[in-house]
């Protein structure tokens, strides 16, 4: 059973940085990434990254986000800086998994951002 445990999110003022970590068991995944849905919004890619390496970020974050994982721990992670009010969403880690190509989502994690 594929299982996408996440941890890190929270309360930060502007201009602050928060890590979210993304521990997944039960399958191997080839894609790897963090997701975002704000009230009223439709949830959207932050950062992707994949086994190999390979990252992709929306235009919002580049600059200021890092997405990186650990292939041995299957963990992925995602280093924010300087942080903005409109970063407030709640988090959703993304797994897919290899060679069935099926989404995972975790639970999500709350991020708020305070100006």
């Known amino acids: 059973q594929v299982q996408l445990v996440e941890s890190g999110g929270g309360l930060v003022q502007a201009g602050g940085s928060l890590r979210l970590s993304c521990a997944a068991s039960?399958?191997?995944?080839?894609?790897m990434g963090w997701y975002r849905q704000a009230p009223g919004k439709q949830r959207e890619l932050v950062a992707t990254?994949?086994?190999?390496?390979?990252?992709n970020y929306a235009d919002s974050v580049k600059g200021r986000f890092t997405i990186s994982r650990d292939n041995a721990k299957m963990t992925v992670y995602l280093q924010m800086n300087s942080l903005k009010p409109e970063d407030t969403a709640v988090y959703y880690c993304?797994?897919?998994?290899?060679?069935?190509?099926?989404?995972?989502y975790g639970q999500g994690t709350q991020v708020t951002v305070s100006s």
């Open positions: 993304n797994a897919v998994t290899y060679p069935s190509g099926k989404n995972w």
């Open positions: 039960g399958s191997i995944f080839n894609a």
């Open positions: 990254i994949t086994i190999g390496g390979s990252t």
